[in-house]
């Protein structure tokens, strides 16, 4: 290639990086309208107090499980509360935390369902698989051990799930940090400054059917006609693929608008980035096209390109408002769904970082959960479930 000729392709590919910096603060500004126009719903009206089973999945003593628990327990809702932990580790020290708020819960019945058989490569529905046999009631509510509650949770997602044509119900998350750990924070404003937006994005104009695996509240019965568990052991997008087999029988999966609060407690930066490939690499696999497209949703990596590139003023002019428009973000995600400020001075190495995972998810098709080593199939099927050594 003649000097010229790189020349010109540098030039070309700088014009390129500065369009696609503005594009993408366009798309930022579309976030922002997508989380101010959010209004949170009216008071939950108050289900039919049907006995319910609250699945939690375990898997190991994360910080700040036991009040979680706890607000379980709380829950204002008059029907019979049977809480059903599972673990499939004999010795995970959760089974003490459980031990313990069984016996000073004076309302929900807590249970703990300690089974090491494994059915399949996905662990948490294997987990679900052997915790389901304890419960005893036809509704079912699945929550992950790291989603924080408020007292009303239960019965917002039963009043919604109560409603004809519903055959499932899930929820938004947000993040929140169990300690000051900068990768908890790093984690938390990936979820606050990038998910969430994006997934108000695709509600606000019908681009996603999502169904989100931090809770998922269904009867016994739809669960039995989907296949059970059993018929997702395989599956890396297990809650995706969970609403979409709801939405096969014909009825309709229902995202309530509100926030539950995901507790990042990651402490280590390789944790973080393997969490966070696993999440994009997920994505991927459900929507190829889309996912190539959320090349557009990184304003600031974008413009320090063009900058690296020789972009000049404007490049820098819009590497300042993407940081600046991301701030203001992430500050509508706290006003409009409440929760503690995160730490922005990290803002920079977090957009750096969401750049760095979304291009890293277009490559391999191996992921790391729960310290075991997968490979994802090109139907989204797991293989292996080798421990990873730290």
């Known amino acids: 290639m003649t000097t010229s000729l790189f020349n010109h392709v540098i030039a070309w590919v700088t014009d390129l990086s500065v369009v696609a910096s503005l594009l993408s603060l366009t798309y930022l500004a579309i976030c922002w309208m997508a989380v101010l126009r959010f209004d949170r719903p009216p008071a939950a009206q108050n289900p039919r107090p ?9 898997a190991g003593a994360e910080p700040g499980l036991a009040q979680r628990l706890r607000s379980l327990c709380g829950q204002h809702h008059l029907g019979l509360v049977q809480i059903v932990c599972g673990t499939l580790d004999p010795n995970d020290p959760a089974i003490a935390i459980v031990a313990d708020i069984a016996a000073e819960s004076s309302g929900a ?5 300690v089974d090491s058989r494994v059915s399949g490569p996905n662990l948490k529905i294997a987990n679900l698989a052997n915790m389901l ?76 059917r999502p169904c989100f695996g931090a809770t998922i509240g269904l009867s016994r019965n739809t669960l039995e006609r989907i296949g059970g568990f059993h018929a997702f052991l395989d599956c890396l997008w297990d809650d995706y693929a969970i609403g979409e087999a709801v939405r096969e029988l014909g009825a309709e999966v229902s995202v309530v608008p509100v926030a539950l609060r995901h507790v990042c407690s990651v402490q280590t930066g390789r944790d973080l980035f393997a969490s966070e490939l696993r999440a994009a690499r997920t994505i991927r696999g459900i929507g190829p096209g889309q996912y190539a497209g959320g090349l557009i949703t990184h304003p600031f990596p974008l413009a320090v390109i063009a900058i690296l590139l020789g972009g000049g003023w404007l490049a820098f002019l819009f590497a ?21 400020r995160n730490s922005y001075w990290i803002l920079p190495i977090r957009e750096l970082l969401s750049f760095a995972v979304h291009i890293s998810g277009f490559f391999g098709s191996r992921i790391t959960w729960r310290g075991r080593s997968y490979r994802i199939l090109s139907d989204g099927t797991l293989r292996g479930h080798q421990e990873v050594p730290r």
């Not at 049907?50 to 375990?58: E, N, Y």
């Not at 917002?156 to 000051?180: D, F, M």
């Not at 428009?325 to 409009?336: A, F, P």
Request: proline content about 5%; hydrophobic content about 50%; aromatic content about 6%.
């Open 50 to 58: 049907v006995p319910v089973t609250i699945l939690v999945p375990l």
């Open 109 to 113: 019945v807590v249970e703990i369902e």
């Open 133 to 208: 046999r304890r419960a005893r009631h036809e509704t079912l509510v699945m929550i992950d051990s790291d989603i924080e509650v408020d007292p009303m949770y239960l019965s917002t997602i039963l009043a919604e799930l109560q409603k004809p044509g519903i055959g499932a119900v899930s929820c938004l998350y947000r993040g929140t940090i169990a300690n000051a750990g900068v990768w908890a924070n790093l984690s938390a404003l990936g979820l606050n400054c990038h998910f969430l937006p994006n997934v108000l994005v695709a509600l606000t104009f019908g681009l996603a």
């Open 320 to 340: 300042a408002l993407a940081l600046v428009g991301r701030l203001g973000l992430g500050r509508s995600v706290e006003q409009r769904f409440g929760g503690p």
